[in-house]
Protein backbone atom coordinates (compact mmCIF):
# COMPACT_ATOMS: atom_id res chain seq x y z
CA UNK A 1 0.00 0.00 0.00
CA UNK A 2 2.69 2.23 0.90
CA UNK A 3 4.60 1.65 -2.60
CA UNK A 4 1.38 2.59 -4.32
CA UNK A 5 0.85 6.09 -2.32
CA UNK A 6 5.18 6.72 -3.41
CA UNK A 7 3.98 6.39 -6.94
CA UNK A 8 0.88 8.21 -6.98
CA UNK A 9 2.92 10.94 -5.19
CA UNK A 10 6.27 10.12 -7.55
CA UNK A 11 3.74 10.68 -10.66
CA UNK A 12 1.97 13.78 -9.62
CA UNK A 13 5.67 15.27 -8.96
CA UNK A 14 6.61 14.06 -11.87
CA UNK A 15 3.85 16.10 -13.90
CA UNK A 16 4.20 19.19 -12.06
CA UNK A 17 7.59 19.14 -12.98
CA UNK A 18 6.97 18.70 -16.56
CA UNK A 19 4.36 21.07 -16.71
CA UNK A 20 6.35 23.73 -15.19
CA UNK A 21 8.61 23.05 -17.76
CA UNK A 22 6.28 23.21 -20.55
CA UNK A 23 5.18 26.32 -19.38
CA UNK A 24 8.85 27.95 -19.48
CA UNK A 25 8.86 26.77 -23.09
CA UNK A 26 5.64 28.23 -24.11
CA UNK A 27 6.70 31.71 -22.58
CA UNK A 28 10.24 31.73 -24.51
CA UNK A 29 8.42 30.55 -27.55
CA UNK A 30 5.61 33.42 -26.59
CA UNK A 31 8.72 35.97 -26.38
CA UNK A 32 10.69 34.69 -29.28
CA UNK A 33 7.87 35.47 -31.30
CA UNK A 34 6.30 38.97 -30.38
CA UNK A 35 7.13 41.42 -31.67
CA UNK A 36 9.33 43.72 -30.07
CA UNK A 37 7.90 47.50 -29.38
CA UNK A 38 9.26 50.11 -30.40
CA UNK A 39 12.49 52.06 -27.98
CA UNK A 40 11.51 55.32 -26.56
CA UNK A 41 13.92 57.12 -24.46
CA UNK A 42 11.78 59.50 -21.84
CA UNK A 43 14.01 62.40 -19.95
CA UNK A 44 13.75 62.28 -16.57
CA UNK A 45 13.72 66.02 -14.36
CA UNK A 46 14.59 66.00 -10.88
CA UNK A 47 14.79 69.84 -8.84
CA UNK A 48 17.24 69.03 -7.23
CA UNK A 49 17.00 72.30 -4.83
CA UNK A 50 13.76 71.34 -4.00
CA UNK A 51 14.90 67.29 -3.07
CA UNK A 52 18.02 69.26 -0.85
CA UNK A 53 14.91 71.34 1.00
CA UNK A 54 12.56 68.06 1.36
CA UNK A 55 15.57 66.49 2.83
CA UNK A 56 16.75 69.17 4.98
CA UNK A 57 12.78 69.61 6.21
CA UNK A 58 12.89 65.85 7.23
CA UNK A 59 16.04 66.66 9.29
CA UNK A 60 14.56 69.35 10.53
CA UNK A 61 11.29 67.47 11.69
CA UNK A 62 13.61 64.79 13.54
CA UNK A 63 15.76 67.40 15.24
CA UNK A 64 13.92 70.64 16.17
CA UNK A 65 11.10 71.52 18.30
CA UNK A 66 7.94 72.82 16.96
CA UNK A 67 8.39 76.52 17.52
CA UNK A 68 12.05 76.30 15.94
CA UNK A 69 10.50 74.60 12.63
CA UNK A 70 7.82 77.08 12.38
CA UNK A 71 10.45 80.21 12.84
CA UNK A 72 12.59 78.10 10.20
CA UNK A 73 9.35 78.16 7.70
CA UNK A 74 8.47 81.62 8.26
CA UNK A 75 12.24 82.73 7.10
CA UNK A 76 11.93 80.75 4.38
CA UNK A 77 8.81 81.97 3.05
CA UNK A 78 10.21 85.76 3.66
CA UNK A 79 13.36 84.94 1.76
CA UNK A 80 11.36 83.21 -1.37
CA UNK A 81 9.28 86.41 -1.57
CA UNK A 82 12.46 88.54 -1.39
CA UNK A 83 13.72 86.53 -4.19
CA UNK A 84 10.77 86.67 -6.60
CA UNK A 85 10.69 90.66 -6.00
CA UNK A 86 14.02 90.82 -6.79
CA UNK A 87 14.01 88.84 -9.88
CA UNK A 88 10.68 89.74 -11.28
CA UNK A 89 12.82 91.91 -14.18
CA UNK A 90 14.94 88.80 -15.00
CA UNK A 91 14.62 85.15 -15.14
CA UNK A 92 16.14 83.09 -12.54
CA UNK A 93 19.23 81.07 -13.66
CA UNK A 94 18.75 77.07 -14.42
CA UNK A 95 21.32 74.89 -14.11
CA UNK A 96 21.30 71.20 -16.05
CA UNK A 97 22.77 68.52 -14.86
CA UNK A 98 23.66 65.44 -17.10
CA UNK A 99 25.90 62.54 -15.83
CA UNK A 100 28.08 60.61 -18.35
CA UNK A 101 30.24 57.63 -16.59
CA UNK A 102 32.66 55.93 -19.30
CA UNK A 103 33.08 52.59 -20.49
CA UNK A 104 35.32 51.41 -22.88
CA UNK A 105 33.02 51.70 -25.84
CA UNK A 106 31.40 55.23 -24.18
CA UNK A 107 27.63 53.08 -24.35
CA UNK A 108 26.22 56.15 -22.96
CA UNK A 109 26.85 58.44 -25.63
CA UNK A 110 23.38 57.42 -27.12
CA UNK A 111 21.87 59.13 -24.07
CA UNK A 112 24.07 62.22 -23.67
CA UNK A 113 23.31 62.82 -27.74
CA UNK A 114 19.19 62.71 -26.74
CA UNK A 115 19.58 65.21 -23.49
CA UNK A 116 21.89 67.49 -25.53
CA UNK A 117 19.54 67.87 -28.16
CA UNK A 118 16.83 68.33 -25.55
CA UNK A 119 18.99 71.12 -23.75
CA UNK A 120 19.49 72.85 -26.97
CA UNK A 121 16.07 73.59 -27.49
CA UNK A 122 14.85 75.02 -24.17
CA UNK A 123 18.31 76.87 -22.56
CA UNK A 124 18.89 80.58 -22.23
CA UNK A 125 21.94 82.22 -22.93
CA UNK A 126 22.39 82.44 -18.82
CA UNK A 127 21.44 79.10 -18.31
CA UNK A 128 24.55 76.77 -17.67
CA UNK A 129 24.90 72.65 -18.43
CA UNK A 130 27.08 70.52 -15.42
CA UNK A 131 28.12 67.32 -16.81
CA UNK A 132 29.22 64.94 -13.94
CA UNK A 133 32.21 63.10 -15.80
CA UNK A 134 33.79 59.90 -14.80
CA UNK A 135 35.63 58.03 -17.08
CA UNK A 136 39.15 56.45 -17.59
CA UNK A 137 39.03 56.43 -21.59
CA UNK A 138 38.00 53.82 -24.40
CA UNK A 139 37.48 53.48 -27.76
CA UNK A 140 38.92 56.86 -30.29
CA UNK A 141 35.81 57.37 -32.31
CA UNK A 142 33.06 57.04 -29.73
CA UNK A 143 34.50 59.18 -26.92
CA UNK A 144 35.49 61.47 -30.02
CA UNK A 145 31.63 61.59 -30.65
CA UNK A 146 30.90 62.51 -27.16
CA UNK A 147 33.36 65.27 -27.25
CA UNK A 148 31.41 66.68 -29.92
CA UNK A 149 27.97 66.21 -28.34
CA UNK A 150 29.09 68.98 -25.39
CA UNK A 151 31.30 70.99 -28.10
CA UNK A 152 27.29 71.27 -29.67
CA UNK A 153 26.64 73.23 -26.52
CA UNK A 154 29.70 75.62 -26.59
CA UNK A 155 29.14 76.68 -30.28
CA UNK A 156 25.55 77.95 -29.06
CA UNK A 157 26.86 79.88 -26.53
CA UNK A 158 25.43 77.53 -23.81
CA UNK A 159 27.89 77.28 -20.73
CA UNK A 160 29.50 73.90 -19.94
CA UNK A 161 31.29 72.94 -16.50
CA UNK A 162 32.89 69.55 -16.82
CA UNK A 163 32.52 68.03 -12.92
CA UNK A 164 35.03 65.48 -12.17
CA UNK A 165 34.87 63.37 -8.83
CA UNK A 166 37.24 60.52 -9.61
CA UNK A 167 38.82 60.35 -12.92
CA UNK A 168 38.73 62.00 -16.13
CA UNK A 169 41.80 60.32 -18.26
CA UNK A 170 42.41 59.51 -21.23
CA UNK A 171 39.16 59.72 -23.79
CA UNK A 172 37.22 61.32 -20.43
CA UNK A 173 39.85 64.29 -20.75
CA UNK A 174 39.14 64.44 -24.30
CA UNK A 175 35.33 65.12 -22.79
CA UNK A 176 36.33 67.74 -20.37
CA UNK A 177 38.63 69.13 -22.06
CA UNK A 178 35.47 70.51 -24.52
CA UNK A 179 33.59 72.22 -21.35
CA UNK A 180 34.01 76.17 -20.93
CA UNK A 181 35.53 75.04 -17.65
CA UNK A 182 36.70 71.74 -15.13
CA UNK A 183 36.24 71.73 -11.78
CA UNK A 184 37.97 68.16 -10.55
CA UNK A 185 37.97 66.45 -6.92
CA UNK A 186 41.69 67.23 -5.13
CA UNK A 187 42.27 63.18 -5.53
CA UNK A 188 40.47 62.98 -8.97
CA UNK A 189 43.05 61.50 -11.80
CA UNK A 190 43.29 63.88 -14.82
CA UNK A 191 45.24 63.57 -18.26
CA UNK A 192 46.45 60.63 -20.05
CA UNK A 193 46.91 62.56 -23.18
CA UNK A 194 47.79 59.53 -25.33
CA UNK A 195 46.76 56.62 -27.36
CA UNK A 196 47.02 52.79 -26.72
CA UNK A 197 46.55 49.96 -29.29
CA UNK A 198 46.95 46.64 -28.49
CA UNK A 199 46.02 42.55 -30.06
CA UNK A 200 47.18 39.51 -28.88
CA UNK A 201 48.79 37.70 -32.67
CA UNK A 202 48.68 33.45 -32.65
CA UNK A 203 50.40 33.30 -35.93
CA UNK A 204 53.40 31.74 -34.93
CA UNK A 205 51.20 29.43 -33.05
CA UNK A 206 49.74 28.60 -36.29
CA UNK A 207 52.72 28.28 -38.08
CA UNK A 208 53.98 25.87 -35.07
CA UNK A 209 51.00 23.66 -35.73
CA UNK A 210 51.19 23.78 -39.55
CA UNK A 211 47.75 25.78 -39.91
CA UNK A 212 47.34 28.13 -42.48
CA UNK A 213 45.44 31.21 -42.41
CA UNK A 214 44.01 32.81 -45.67
CA UNK A 215 43.60 36.41 -45.36
CA UNK A 216 42.99 38.37 -48.44
CA UNK A 217 42.99 42.50 -48.43
CA UNK A 218 42.00 45.21 -51.06
CA UNK A 219 44.75 48.01 -50.50
CA UNK A 220 47.84 47.13 -49.13
CA UNK A 221 46.90 49.09 -45.73
CA UNK A 222 43.95 47.30 -45.02
CA UNK A 223 43.72 45.60 -41.46
CA UNK A 224 47.72 45.79 -40.70
CA UNK A 225 47.89 44.13 -37.72
CA UNK A 226 45.48 41.05 -37.07
CA UNK A 227 44.63 37.97 -34.75
CA UNK A 228 46.42 35.27 -36.90
CA UNK A 229 48.27 37.19 -39.48
CA UNK A 230 51.83 37.14 -39.71
CA UNK A 231 53.54 40.42 -38.14
CA UNK A 232 56.00 42.03 -39.97
CA UNK A 233 58.24 45.17 -39.38
CA UNK A 234 56.04 46.72 -42.08
CA UNK A 235 53.08 46.24 -40.51
CA UNK A 236 54.53 47.23 -36.99
CA UNK A 237 56.00 50.69 -38.59
CA UNK A 238 52.38 51.65 -39.82
CA UNK A 239 50.86 50.88 -36.62
CA UNK A 240 52.93 53.15 -35.02
CA UNK A 241 52.63 55.44 -37.88
CA UNK A 242 48.66 55.52 -37.26
CA UNK A 243 48.92 55.93 -33.76
CA UNK A 244 50.98 58.86 -33.93
CA UNK A 245 48.37 60.58 -36.32
CA UNK A 246 45.51 59.90 -33.44
CA UNK A 247 47.67 61.13 -30.91
CA UNK A 248 48.36 64.08 -33.18
CA UNK A 249 44.79 64.70 -33.52
CA UNK A 250 44.39 64.07 -29.77
CA UNK A 251 46.53 66.85 -28.68
CA UNK A 252 45.45 69.36 -31.24
CA UNK A 253 41.94 68.72 -29.58
CA UNK A 254 43.26 69.56 -26.62
CA UNK A 255 44.75 72.50 -27.55
CA UNK A 256 41.91 74.15 -29.36
CA UNK A 257 39.75 74.08 -26.38
CA UNK A 258 42.31 74.35 -23.51
CA UNK A 259 44.69 76.94 -25.32
CA UNK A 260 45.96 78.01 -21.79
CA UNK A 261 48.06 74.08 -21.61
CA UNK A 262 51.20 73.34 -22.52
CA UNK A 263 50.83 70.71 -24.68
CA UNK A 264 54.09 69.43 -25.40
CA UNK A 265 54.61 68.77 -21.52
CA UNK A 266 51.28 67.47 -20.79
CA UNK A 267 50.83 64.97 -23.98
CA UNK A 268 52.93 62.44 -22.73
CA UNK A 269 50.25 60.04 -21.75
CA UNK A 270 50.83 61.05 -17.98
CA UNK A 271 48.20 61.10 -15.03
CA UNK A 272 48.27 63.68 -12.64
CA UNK A 273 45.67 63.95 -9.30
CA UNK A 274 43.65 67.08 -9.95
CA UNK A 275 45.66 69.32 -7.09
CA UNK A 276 48.88 68.55 -9.70
CA UNK A 277 46.46 69.00 -12.80
CA UNK A 278 45.82 72.38 -11.47
CA UNK A 279 48.90 73.66 -11.52
CA UNK A 280 49.07 72.50 -15.24
CA UNK A 281 45.97 74.08 -16.15
CA UNK A 282 44.51 70.71 -17.12
CA UNK A 283 41.65 71.80 -14.52
CA UNK A 284 40.12 75.40 -13.58
CA UNK A 285 38.72 74.31 -9.85
CA UNK A 286 39.19 71.79 -7.22
CA UNK A 287 35.71 70.92 -5.69
CA UNK A 288 33.63 68.34 -5.08
CA UNK A 289 30.42 67.89 -7.97
CA UNK A 290 28.46 68.00 -4.73
CA UNK A 291 29.65 71.31 -3.42
CA UNK A 292 29.63 73.00 -6.59
CA UNK A 293 25.85 72.08 -7.47
CA UNK A 294 24.88 73.00 -3.73
CA UNK A 295 26.19 76.65 -4.43
CA UNK A 296 25.07 76.84 -7.71
CA UNK A 297 21.48 76.09 -5.98
CA UNK A 298 22.37 78.97 -4.29
CA UNK A 299 21.42 81.74 -7.31
CA UNK A 300 19.61 79.14 -10.07
CA UNK A 301 17.69 75.96 -9.99
CA UNK A 302 19.42 73.28 -10.34
CA UNK A 303 17.46 70.69 -12.90
CA UNK A 304 19.30 66.59 -12.70
CA UNK A 305 18.57 65.17 -16.93
CA UNK A 306 18.56 61.35 -16.84
CA UNK A 307 17.26 59.28 -19.51
CA UNK A 308 15.21 55.87 -18.92
CA UNK A 309 15.29 53.59 -21.97
CA UNK A 310 12.33 51.51 -22.36
CA UNK A 311 12.40 48.18 -23.35
CA UNK A 312 10.60 44.98 -23.79
CA UNK A 313 11.79 41.89 -21.77
CA UNK A 314 13.23 40.32 -25.20
CA UNK A 315 14.56 43.29 -26.64
CA UNK A 316 16.72 43.94 -23.09
CA UNK A 317 18.14 40.09 -23.58
CA UNK A 318 18.67 39.85 -26.82
CA UNK A 319 20.25 43.11 -26.96
CA UNK A 320 23.00 42.40 -23.60
CA UNK A 321 23.76 38.96 -25.28
CA UNK A 322 24.12 40.29 -28.08
CA UNK A 323 26.33 43.36 -27.35
CA UNK A 324 28.31 40.73 -25.18
CA UNK A 325 29.45 38.67 -28.27
CA UNK A 326 29.84 41.77 -30.40
CA UNK A 327 32.65 43.33 -27.80
CA UNK A 328 34.09 40.23 -26.94
CA UNK A 329 34.91 39.18 -31.23
CA UNK A 330 35.95 42.80 -31.62
CA UNK A 331 38.32 42.84 -29.06
CA UNK A 332 40.18 39.48 -30.42
CA UNK A 333 39.80 40.27 -33.83
CA UNK A 334 40.87 43.56 -34.30
CA UNK A 335 43.22 46.13 -32.55
CA UNK A 336 41.27 48.69 -31.03
CA UNK A 337 42.84 52.66 -30.64
CA UNK A 338 42.31 53.51 -27.23
CA UNK A 339 42.27 57.10 -25.71
Given at each position: ?????????????????????????L??????????????????????????????????????????I??????????????????????????????F????????????????????S?A????????????????????????????????????????V??????????????A???VA????????????????????????H???Y????????K??V????????E????????L??????????????????D???????D???????L????V??????????????????????????????????????F?????????????S???
Open positions: MQTFSDWIQFSVSSAVVILFLAIIALLVVLARRKPKPEEDNIIVEHLNKKWESNADRMNAALLKPKEKALLKEREKAEKAQEKEESSSARKRVFVVDEGDPGASQCENLREQITTLIIRQQDEVVVRLESPGGVVHSYGLAASQIARLRSRNIHVTAADKVAASGGYMIACVNRIAPFAFIGSIGVIMGTPNLNRFLKKEIDIEQTAGENRNTLFGELTEKRGKLKEQNLIHDLFKKHVAEFRPQVIAQVATGVWPASEAKLQLDALNTSDDLLVEMGKTADVYLIKSEEKQDLKTKLLKKFTSVRNEIAGLMRPSLV
